[in-house]
């Protein structure tokens, strides 16, 4: 029997053709952590790490709303920016790259990030997050530094491998996400240089940047999922309405950018309002009803529901005095953005980890939590009471996510199931 204290050793073929006994190298720290299965894949740290940032971004803003959490005003960025740049960028953003570069691989047939190179772009993550609470100038540009080599890298990979694969059909992420690392950076540097105002209508941007990204995303995943999930689902295509929409929120976007700059004849609102009414004809295609058996499905749909009717109250803002933007903002954030990340993040981690597509039922309540929190935030207002909005919401989101990071912390450090 072989001592403890003997190399460790494998077979392998030598030249001449006979078997040799080679003594294996004792792996590195650095080499023992990057082998864990949580470097597998990027949505696995990523998924984990954005979800609990959310959770504790929304505590601390809720807190500080009631009076509870002052120091958050003496931080780096101004309050109101920091609470946008981490539920916007620093949760929502890190998903959704996260699940590219996840699928980028199903997509492609090649390797995507993993291992020592995923642990290092995790730790700049995680480095960004704590300098932006600092006050000194340097340290803050060196966040941004930071953020950007994040997304370089990011989308540096994605790149490479859809275009390597000539993956063509990809190609659309690749100035998407290059035109949101832009709005990124772009925000952190007008806040750090004074000009928060600048900040808020670039984050808007990104916003409805993300509305155009779920349009294309959703629109591909959503019908093949419910196709495929739901029961007796006729799930009809919609290829004018696939050509169409992205074209039309694109302009509402350009028109929004350039209207703080230039006073234009015209606002966004009218595309806005057929983004949405396009949103609402495609989803009318999808079957809705036949997935209200399947969590997992209505989930989805009702995210993009969500979608359809806030661009549509985004628009509608511009002439109802009683309807501020920001709120009809949130149910975008809250009810497509947050419940489509919810739902989408509950399936990749059982999907590709091997496990079945049954969640537990708290995430069900989960779901729910997320829509009721969105409908609170946008309606409550209107009846006087954003306080108790802003209080809804965020305990909603709490639990919400909350219940994500108890039942898929396990899943997410475990190895795939064969």
Not at 60 to 72: D, K, P, S
Not at 81 to 109: D, K, P, R, S, Y
Not at 248 to 274: C, R, Y
């Amino acid at each position: 029997m072989q001592s403890i204290t003997e190399p460790k050793t494998k077979q392998v073929l030598s030249a001449s053709g006979e078997v040799e006994q080679v003594a294996l190298q004792p792996k590195n720290l650095f080499s023992q952590l990057s082998d864990m299965p949580l470097w597998d894949l990027a949505f696995r740290p990523w998924f984990l790490a954005a979800a609990l940032s959310s959770v504790v971004s929304i505590t601390l803003w809720i807190l500080f709303l009631h009076g509870q959490f002052l120091g958050l005003a003496t931080a780096g960025l101004s309050p109101v920016i920091w609470h946008i740049h981490e539920m916007l960028f620093g949760f929502a953003a890190t998903i959704a790259v996260g699940f590219l570069l996840t699928a980028a691989q199903t997509w492609t047939n090649r390797r995507s990030i993993n291992g020592f190179a995923l642990m290092l772009l995790t730790v700049i993550w995680l480095l960004v997050r704590g300098l932006l609470w600092s006050s000194n100038p340097k340290l803050q540009l060196t966040a941004v530094a930071l953020q950007a080599s994040w997304w370089l890298i990011s989308i540096g990979y994605i790149a490479s491998m859809v275009i390597k694969a000539k993956s063509s059909r990809n190609y659309q992420f690749i100035p998407l996400l290059t035109a949101m690392m832009s709005f990124n950076i772009g925000f952190l540097l007008a806040d750090i240089y004074g000009y928060s105002e600048l900040a808020l209508h670039l984050s808007r941007c990104a916003i409805l940047l993300f509305c155009l990204l779920v349009g294309i995303v959703g629109g591909r995943v959503i019908p093949f999922f419910t196709g495929r999930g739901a029961e007796n689902a006729k799930v009809k295509p919609t290829p004018k309405l696939d050509k169409c929409l992205p074209w039309v929120s694109l302009l509402g976007l350009a028109v929004f950018f350039i209207n703080d700059f230039i006073e234009l004849p015209f606002t966004a609102a009218p595309l806005l309002i057929l983004a949405g009414v396009l949103h609402l004809l495609r989803i009318l295609n999808w079957n809705s009803t036949a997935t209200l058996k399947v969590p997992l499905l209505w989930s989805l749909h009702g995210s993009y529901f969500a979608l359809a009717i806030g661009l549509i109250a985004l628009g509608a803002s511009y002439h109802i005095d009683v309807l501020r933007f920001a709120d009809a903002l949130h149910l975008i954030t809250i009810g497509t953005i947050g419940a489509m990340i919810l739902a989408m993040i509950a399936r990749v981690s059982l999907g590709h980890t091997g496990r079945a597509l049954k969640p537990h039922f708290s995430i069900n309540i989960a779901f729910m939590l997320i829509l009721i929190g969105a409908l609170a935030r946008v309606a409550l207002p209107l009846l006087q009471q954003p306080i108790l909005a802003w209080d809804i919401s965020a305990l909603c989101w709490i639990v919400a996510f909350g219940l994500f990071i108890w039942h898929y912390t396990t899943i997410l450090f475990s190895a795939r199931q064969s």
